[in-house]
């Protein structure tokens, strides 16, 4: 049995990486094709909404194909034992939910879900959205954008994280280059709240040095192994 209780784990597109899904930064990821500050800011959707979209119906379609790997797998599996695991995931995809976790926040939103910025709503959406798609709940037309939190914009559950933080004993970091905050100020976070504090990343983040231990590999191989030796106990 695990001598950790309370794991928060922090997930980024590199967990998803095998499954199918570009990653952000590196070599042919997402923000050398695209400029973020078009596509994935206040402004840029200000600017030109039409575009925005386009961006993200190409995301919601390629979302649409993929299935979970054997790391969301691992951390579904690691839930099952560990009941005061938490996945914190700066991903917006639904890959964590497909493997079956639910003990699951994402501060960066969900590309399948829409909000309505005339009524607040929000909705599940798996369709391509344009400047004419009417709100399902005021179907006032141009006020839906997708759900998903834009840079300059606060995270979700920021409080909720914050808690998690100072409570946890075991904070693992998994597929994700340390390149934003505040999710990349987690470490530290934790380590203040005396957690044992372990990276799991095909390679070194911006935040490497502060990790108490660091297992480099693909995903599929460094998760479901790290997680077993966890369940066992090691
Ligand atoms: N297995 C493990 N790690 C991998 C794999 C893999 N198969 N492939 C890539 N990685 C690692 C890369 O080495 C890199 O460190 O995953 C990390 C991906 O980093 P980014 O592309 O920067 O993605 P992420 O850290 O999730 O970005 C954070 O930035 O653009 C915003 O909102 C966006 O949530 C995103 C945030």
């Given at each position: 049995m695990s001598a950790f209780r309370n794991i928060v784990v922090l997930t980024g597109a590199g967990l998803s990486a095998e499954s199918g899904l570009a990653t952000f930064r590196d070599p042919n990821g997402i923000w050398a094709k695209y400029d973020v500050e078009d596509v994935a800011t206040p402004e840029g959707f200000a600017r030109n909404p039409q575009l925005v979209h386009e961006f993200y119906n190409m995301r919601r379609r390629a979302h649409a194909g993929v299935t979970p790997n054997a790391a969301h797998a691992a951390l579904a599996r690691l839930e099952q034992h560990i009941p005061g695991t938490v996945i914190v995931t700066q991903n917006v995809d639904a890959l964590h939910e497909a493997a079956g976790s639910r003990n699951l926040i994402h501060m960066h939103g969900e590309a399948l879900k829409v909000w309505c910025i005339a009524c607040d709503a929000r909705h599940a959406w798996r369709d391509d959205l344009s400047t004419s798609t009417p709100c399902?709940?005021?179907?006032?037309?141009?006020?839906?954008?997708?759900d998903v939190v834009w840079f300059g914009e606060m995270p979700y559950h920021m409080e909720r994280i914050t808690r998690l933080l100072s409570n946890c004993d075991l904070f693992i970091s998994i597929?994700?280059?340390?390149?934003?905050?505040p999710a990349a100020g987690f470490v530290a976070a934790s380590r203040k709240s005396g957690a044992h504090t372990v990276e799991l990343n095909l390679e070194p983040s911006q935040g490497a040095s502060l990790f108490a231990k660091a297992i480099y590999g693909p995903a599929t191989a460094v998760v479901p192994a790290y997680v077993d030796r966890l369940i066992n106990g090691a």
């Open positions: 399902p709940s005021c179907t006032k037309p141009g006020g839906v954008r997708p597929g994700t280059s340390g390149n934003v905050y």
